[in-house]
């Protein structure tokens, strides 16, 4: 065969494909739809339900166990607290410097008084205690005291 030959043999293949395909897409965007019965809907209307029958309860003089007399007016005399004053909590210096992170891991780089440490949470050096942290700030507890220290 020569060249032109084989040339017009492949053109109408060709044309012959997508005339295939372009019927087969007709034919499913052209498919009747079935049309959808209407439904009557109702107004909801809740059950109407009897009134509950309250019972209130009567405060017994008499311990039922003991047998024994029940008083509450005994013993309602308040005692004073005592007022103290607070001594307030001096931090020691403490800076942030950045923190250390792997797989589950996660340590923070902490300056306590000019000594440098590597801590995750819930560790404890020189009274500190680092309770949380992130990339910017950390929170520590120091003598019941709570303080977040930025980076």
């Known amino acids: 065969m020569k060249k032109k030959q084989k040339t017009y043999i492949l053109l109408v293949i060709v044309i012959i494909v997508w005339s295939v395909v372009g019927i087969q897409f007709f034919r499913y965007s052209h498919q009747y739809e079935e049309e959808i019965p209407e439904i009557n809907y109702q107004k909801f209307q809740p059950n109407i339900t009897a009134k509950k029958e309250t019972y209130k309860v009567s405060i017994h003089e ?24 607070k001594v307030p909590v001096v931090f020691p210096n403490i800076q942030y410097k ?10 923070f780089i902490i300056t306590i008084n000019g000594k440098q440490y590597i801590m995750r949470t819930r560790v404890k050096k020189d009274d500190v205690e680092l309770i949380s942290g992130t990339k910017k700030e950390i929170k520590v507890l120091y003598k019941g005291k709570y303080k977040t220290i930025k980076k």
């Open 98 to 107: 950045g923190m250390i992170s792997s797989n589950d891991n996660t340590s």
């Open 62 to 85: 008499r311990d039922p166990f003991l047998g024994t007399l029940h008083n509450s007016a005994k013993n309602k005399t308040k005692k004073k607290k005592k007022t103290t004053q």
